[in-house]
């Protein structure tokens, strides 16, 4: 049973020695993941942090290991605080930090660590870490203890939550933790909560543009076919602009929605999965008004895109600065690495499609071997794609690239039709950890760092612990 009371007391019991340290002026660092959960939690901890005055650094990282720890301890920080990070190394964080660190994160971990004094983990107070509760609330209550006047950064909450993809909730709405954050922002004005339909791109482009830059649910003939939707939008005779200016989905009338339905679902026809997929389009959108329209910032899970963009293509403090409310150079630098980031993916995709010998199918669960056409930073979102296709969205698919210093990244995801029940979190961690390498997550999306060498014997470990 989820203990939100309880959460809010060990933060308010945390934050008089925390706001101490801010007073005496030590140096502080934040240290966060580089999706856009890790981003936007970052951001809340800092801004909340400096709104006191506090002498505060953020860095974004892409994975903890005890190199990475090494590296943070030598730059003699005198408190270090770690979202979305680090519940799979609480030991070596004792051993380098001793007490002076923090862990605010949502990843599974062991019992023993989740009862210790300088880590809160959502799972320990009753929430589901991998649906219900992400770093980025867990950091935003951890604000709200710190001071309530930071109610203001509720929206950056549900941005993470959604780019978590923890909007399983009844017509994809976020449940738990995360729905308290998102009361919160719905309570001050901050965000409309509307049933829309869920394309990609619905503030901000073309209607045809949306639709097949849509992956989630996959529309068989329409996802990644711009020419293809255009001519079914055309023959349906949907007006697609507007005094010569094209159109988004958010721009639609109710009726004109309703037609686009209409038109998809006639485009799909009986093709497997079609029924589901049509469902699945209509769901709770998150609308930021405050924000310029036509801009991904003004629909939260456009705002998680462009953050996972940032992180992804070394960009993350970008990321940062518009979390913190950059609306101009910043702004313009996440576009363009948007644009750069979905053109990285679409060639890993073709690249992967061109060797189908790289995906290894072994019962329920494939094995990608992105190697050489994948790079370690679009693993994660090419394996996410690649388990909404109508191919492997009844699999576990488990991929791996190479990285820096001989490791090898491993990205794993569970199909959205998949029928067994599978762990990947528990599953990385003990496979990686049977390889000398490091892993965790959630149920459902997990990774790893591996050597190279050891490949073949972690894909076993896989093998062994994935159902056939």
């Given at each position: 049973?989820?203990?939100?009371?309880?959460?809010?007391?060990?933060?308010?019991?945390?934050?008089?020695?925390?706001?101490?340290?801010?007073?005496?002026?030590?140096?502080?660092?934040?240290?966060?993941?580089?999706?856009?959960d890790?981003?936007?939690?970052g951001?809340?901890a800092?801004?909340?942090?400096?709104?006191?005055?506090?002498?505060?650094?953020?860095?974004?990282?892409?994975?903890?290991?005890?190199?990475?720890i090494?590296?943070?301890?030598?730059a003699k920080?005198?408190?270090y605080?770690?979202?979305d990070?680090?519940?799979?190394?609480?030991?070596e964080l004792?051993?380098?930090?001793?007490?002076?660190?923090?862990?605010l994160?949502h990843?599974?971990?062991?019992?023993?660590?989740?009862?210790k004094?300088?880590?809160?983990?959502?799972?320990?107070?009753?929430?589901?870490?991998?649906?219900?509760?992400?770093?980025?609330?867990?950091?935003?209550?951890?604000?709200?203890?710190?001071?309530?006047?930071?109610?203001?950064?509720?929206p950056?909450?549900v941005?993470?939550a959604?780019?978590?993809?923890q909007?399983?909730?009844?017509?994809?709405?976020?449940?738990g933790?995360?729905?308290?954050a998102a009361?919160?922002?719905?309570?001050?004005?901050?965000?409309?909560?509307?049933?829309d339909?869920?394309?990609?791109g619905r503030?901000?482009?073309?209607?045809?543009e949306?639709?097949?830059?849509?992956?989630?649910?996959?529309?068989k003939?329409?996802?990644?076919s711009?020419?293809?939707?255009?001519?079914?939008?055309?023959?349906?005779?949907?007006?697609?602009?507007?005094?010569?200016?094209?159109?988004?989905i958010?721009?639609l009338?109710?009726?004109?929605?309703?037609?686009?339905?209409?038109?998809?679902?006639?485009?799909?026809?009986?093709?497997?999965?079609?029924?589901?997929?049509?469902?699945?389009?209509?769901?709770?959108?998150y609308?930021?008004d405050?924000e310029?329209p036509f801009?991904?910032?003004?629909?939260?899970?456009e705002?998680?895109?462009l953050?996972?963009?940032?992180?992804?293509?070394?960009?993350?403090?970008?990321?940062v600065?518009v979390?913190?409310?950059?609306?101009s150079?910043?702004?313009?630098?996440?576009?363009?690495?948007?644009?750069?980031?979905?053109?990285?993916?679409?060639?890993a995709?073709?690249?992967?499609a061109?060797e189908?010998?790289?995906?290894?199918?072994?019962?329920?669960?494939v094995?990608?071997?992105?190697e050489?056409?994948v790079?370690?930073?679009?693993?994660?979102?090419?394996?996410?794609?690649?388990?909404?296709?109508?191919?492997f969205?009844?699999?576990?698919?488990?991929?791996?690239?190479?990285?820096?210093?001989?490791?090898?990244?491993?990205?794993s995801?569970?199909?959205?039709?998949?029928?067994?029940s599978?762990?990947?979190?528990?599953?990385?961690?003990e496979?990686a950890?049977a390889?000398?390498?490091?892993g965790?997550?959630?149920a459902?999306?997990?990774?790893?760092?591996i050597p190279?060498?050891?490949?073949?014997s972690f894909?076993k470990?896989?093998?062994?612990r994935?159902s056939p």
């Amino acid at each position: 049973m989820a203990d939100f009371d309880g959460l809010i007391a060990r933060y308010r019991a945390l934050s008089p020695d925390l706001l101490k340290t801010v007073r005496a002026g030590k140096k502080i660092l934040i240290a966060t993941h580089i999706d856009a959960d890790g981003i936007c939690s970052g951001s809340i901890a800092f801004a909340a942090l400096m709104r006191k005055g506090a002498n505060v650094a953020l860095r974004a990282i892409p994975d903890l290991d005890q190199g990475s720890i090494r590296e943070l301890d030598a730059a003699k920080f005198d408190f270090y605080i770690f979202t979305d990070l680090a519940s799979t190394l609480i030991n070596e964080l004792d051993a380098a930090f001793g007490p002076r660190y923090l862990v605010l994160d949502h990843h599974e971990i062991a019992e023993g660590d989740a009862a210790k004094p300088s880590v809160v983990n959502a799972w320990a107070f009753g929430y589901d870490g991998g649906k219900e509760g992400c770093s980025s609330a867990m950091a935003y209550f951890f604000a709200l203890a710190i001071d309530p006047t930071n109610q203001d950064l509720s929206p950056l909450a549900v941005v993470g939550a959604l780019a978590d993809r923890q909007d399983g909730g009844p017509g994809r709405s976020v449940t738990g933790l995360n729905r308290a954050a998102a009361e919160d922002a719905q309570s001050r004005g901050l965000m409309r909560v509307t049933k829309d339909l869920m394309f990609t791109g619905r503030e901000t482009r073309p209607v045809h543009e949306a639709i097949a830059l849509t992956s989630s649910p996959f529309l068989k003939g329409l996802t990644g076919s711009k020419d293809a939707v255009l001519a079914a939008l055309h023959q349906s005779g949907l007006a697609l602009k507007d005094q010569g200016t094209w159109r988004t989905i958010s721009s639609l009338t109710p009726d004109e929605k309703m037609k686009l339905t209409e038109v998809i679902a006639t485009t799909l026809g009986p093709a497997e999965g079609a029924t589901e997929a049509i469902a699945s389009l209509v769901g709770e959108a998150y609308t930021f008004d405050f924000e310029d329209p036509f801009t991904p910032l003004r629909d939260a899970r456009e705002f998680g895109t462009l953050l996972n963009a940032c992180g992804r293509m070394g960009a993350a403090g970008i990321g940062v600065s518009v979390c913190l409310g950059d609306r101009s150079e910043a702004l313009r630098s996440a576009m363009k690495t948007l644009s750069e980031y979905r053109s990285g993916i679409n060639k890993a995709l073709e690249a992967l499609a061109s060797e189908p010998s790289r995906m290894e199918q072994h019962g329920n669960l494939v094995l990608v071997r992105g190697e050489g056409i994948v790079d370690e930073k679009l693993l994660g979102p090419v394996i996410s794609i690649l388990t909404s296709s109508p191919e492997f969205k009844d699999k576990v698919l488990v991929g791996r690239a190479e990285s820096r210093g001989g490791d090898l990244k491993i990205s794993s995801r569970v199909g959205d039709a998949y029928g067994g029940s599978v762990n990947l979190g528990a599953i990385m961690r003990e496979a990686a950890e049977a390889v000398d390498g490091v892993g965790g997550g959630h149920a459902m999306a997990a990774g790893a760092k591996i050597p190279s060498s050891k490949a073949d014997s972690f894909s076993k470990a896989v093998l062994d612990r994935v159902s056939p």
